[in-house]
């Protein structure tokens, strides 16, 4: 959603709470012309991809969309009608106005992707309406957001999964296939992060939304209008699950394994400023802002199998983009950078890296290999396919989805365990366990077995 | 040194203490013949190997050699021998000897290379007996023995380098020619480490030094003699100066910035019991051992200028050597893993990595331009040439060395530090001030002027 603070307008349900919310239809598949009719709460840039690669497909109808930026609306619109299929109902009149896209029965599964600080809040008033909930990333902002995903799934019975592309990216799951495999024997250290230079993103004029201008909040627009804010304010790794997703699905966090405890730290941070000082001058009012956020924080997570994790947010310097993956075990290592993997008395040269290629062709995903020339050009190289599809299908037959919100809870805690640790000079935090000791019997999820 | 522990005899000077050490005669440079005489305290791999070098140069006499394994005292007299060289005197009748050789007036210098747990005393008393002294890494193996190294170089006035040859290795010194030139911009964030699988160094067979059998102790020879012993009782990073060095010199630690604290956490420790496991059998003695170390140990530090620093202890599981350099700042970003770099509008693509080795030729440091076809062949790909350079030239002026106690204790610091974090759950250590405050005044050693 674009600018969902412009809108001052509020219908009668704002402020009466979820009392007042319309009665629920619990349960999903109605089965509206034998399809799953899902609403989009939010299509901005991230909601108009995913409407994109549900257009492709046979077995869903786009019930209902919303977003208070009527442009984007517009856009969806112009998208669905070009694929030649119903025009759905149109929400968005204030902040609020989604509430009644979930009182719809027509709608069984909805898909919400706004910025982060409606995301517990939207998802949480969908589970309540009985919707199978798909949920951007990430999914909490804070600890009291964690619990709620956790509590609200456990009260209602609705499913919710977190929308982690990452953990569906080719190289991810020919890895995962490998740790499966017991290729790299057993798991012992783990890398991970978001390495991405967003200067140009959380910074523009108002009129683009990249590469101009060094705005943002009120005069900025697209991600800058309301993602930049956490960097100003938040000394805390606020976006981990791109890194942490993909490897808790490897060391089947929980499901037999858990984050035990985290200890962060963060550089200074001078990325940003020194951004808007180049291109908007040192007179700019924006130079004179203390950005809070550390430009790289590094977390050392512990689970409760004795593995350690790194994770890495570094958003504001000059960087090329780099999620820094690393797997390591007793019998070997894979690395993102470099593209290089050791398994030992398995390659060439003893004490050599080989290079992964032929190691992750061999081991391509089953997923990947049966629906790889579908998934190309969904977007993001194809993880955008695989995270939908994986969506669609656990809501068609309502089951618990691969990743669920006990994942999104443990994996969003990360943000408020970090800014705690680092206001602490490094002091490691405890993990809830979101799920109440159930991490001892839950089985890791086959993804093989149940086809996505 | 090789099997030092095997010696049981003893001189009169054992237990005496250095009270009854003999007089000593402060200040070096002696002069004999114009050339600085030096006394190698253990001649074992790393020992002759210094050797090596010294009996390339034209301004040093070795004129004692110490090792109380005697067949290491015959290589080095054969090296000697064969450069056509005086013999020089040698020690090693027991495990107290070398402070004969610290006795006698006619050395100069001394350089230490001797088991981790005799580094700091023969630091210690080499200082004491007025020898300017170099150390090889680690220096300090406690909190107890960083200070007696600051505090023994204060109190006597005798000069003390930390032998660390990473520090002079080609693309670091490129390196840290392009941060004095600012290249980086600002520095903000540092990764290093040592990441070298030891499995086949820390178990032999007690025959061969490399790569059979799972001894150590007692029953096994080399490095494997001694060092193990620290991989079973300590779950600690106890070797960290390869990579902490190199950048402690780049960001410029006790010469107006210092290491302000560090938090650490180990993953599980099974690298090396799978190891006996596998290649000596389950019901191996040594497969019963708990080997406390963990297998991968990172450490976080601050500086007190703010940036960070991620350290890695990485020795037991099978991967290929790695030092994993990273150097970050306001304008880019070098990493030695991939080769890579990235400098803000100045690479070719933006958001690309550059390939690193046309920067480190164009930056490369005065000093390799100078030295490379010397130093090439003298060891470690050169570094060793450089970093004995180093330490002659300082000790023929008996000047402050490039890397000194300061920098010996701090450095050292980190294995008492992260043992002491790690057994408490990542809680941050803080770094004693071993400058006393003087880190402010300070100034960074210009490597470029002083030409070593």
Same mark, same amino acid.
């Given at each position: ?8 307008? #509020?219908?009668?349900?704002?402020? +009466? ?64 009608? !070009? ?6 109902? %149109?929400?968005?009149?204030?902040? =609020? ?26 998802? #949480? ?13 990430? @999914? ?11 509590? *609200? ?12 592309? %990452?953990?569906? &990216? ?12 017991? %290729? ?9 992060? =978001?390495?991405?230079?967003? &200067? ?13 201008? %060094?705005?943002?909040?009120? #005069? ?28 808790? +699905?490897?060391?089947?966090?929980? &499901? ?11 550089? !200074? ?22 950005? !809070? ?44 950078? $470099?593209? &290089?993997? =050791?398994?030992? $008395? ?10 992964? *290629?032929?190691?992750?062709?061999? =081991? ?9 020339? !579908?998934?190309?050009?969904? $977007? ?24 669920? @919100? ?47």
């Amino acid at each position: 959603m674009g600018s969902r603070r412009n809108f001052v307008k #509020k219908t009668a349900i704002v402020g +009466t709470g979820l009392a007042l919310a319309p009665s629920i239809a619990l349960g999903t598949n109605t089965n509206y012309n034998n399809k799953l009719n899902v609403g989009l709460i939010g299509v901005g840039l991230r909601g108009t991809n995913h409407l994109n690669n549900l257009l492709l497909r046979d077995d869903v109808n786009v019930v209902a969309i919303c977003d208070i930026d009527q442009r984007r609306n517009d856009i969806a619109l112009d998208m669905i009608s !070009k694929a030649e299929q119903t025009k759905p109902k %149109v929400f968005g009149e204030n902040d =609020y106005d989604y509430r009644n896209l979930l009182a719809s029965k027509k709608v069984d599964a909805v898909i919400i992707s706004t910025p982060w600080l409606w995301h517990t809040r939207m998802a #949480k008033d969908s589970m309540i309406a009985g919707k199978y909930t798909g949920l951007e990333v990430s @999914a909490a902002n804070t600890m009291e957001e964690c619990w709620d995903l956790v509590n *609200t799934h456990e009260k209602t019975g609705t499913h919710l999964m977190i929308l982690e592309n %990452v953990c569906y &990216r080719r190289d991810i799951m020919a890895v995962l296939n490998m740790v499966r495999q017991d %290729v790299f024997g057993e798991l012992v250290h783990f890398r991970c992060g =978001y390495q991405h230079d967003l &200067r140009f993103v959380k910074l523009n004029d108002g009129k683009t939304a990249y590469g101009k201008g %060094v705005e943002f909040g009120e #005069k900025g627009i697209s991600e800058s209008a309301w993602r930049t804010q956490h960097s100003l304010l938040r000394n805390a790794d606020v976006y981990p699950t791109h890194g942490v997703g993909p490897i808790a +699905t490897m060391c089947d966090i929980n &499901r037999g394994n858990r984050f035990v405890s985290i200890s962060s730290m963060a550089s !200074k941070g001078i990325g940003i400023h020194n951004y808007i000082v180049k291109n908007g001058g040192k007179d700019h009012p924006n130079a004179q802002l203390k950005f !809070k956020q550390g430009d790289v924080i590094t977390s050392m997570i512990e689970t409760s199998n004795g593995e350690t994790i790194i994770v890495t947010h570094d958003c504001n310097l000059p960087r090329p983009y780099s999620l820094g993956f690393r797997v390591q075990g007793s019998e070997g290592i894979w690395e993102v950078d $470099g593209n &290089r993997i =050791y398994i030992e $008395g398995k390659v060439e040269k003893s004490h050599r890296w080989d290079e992964a *290629t032929p190691w992750l062709d061999k =081991y391509d995903h089953p997923l990947w290999k049966k629906y790889g020339v !579908k998934a190309t050009g969904a $977007g993001h190289g194809g993880m955008d396919f695989f995270v939908i599809q994986a969506f669609i299908e656990s809501a068609k037959k309502n089951i618990a989805p691969p990743l669920d @919100a006990y994942d999104a809870a443990a994996w969003s805690a990360i943000t408020p365990l970090s800014e705690v640790s680092i206001a602490n000079n490094g002091e490691s935090q405890d993990f809830p366990d979101f799920t109440r000791g159930n991490w001892v019997k839950r089985k890791p999820y086959n993804w093989i077995k149940d086809g996505y």
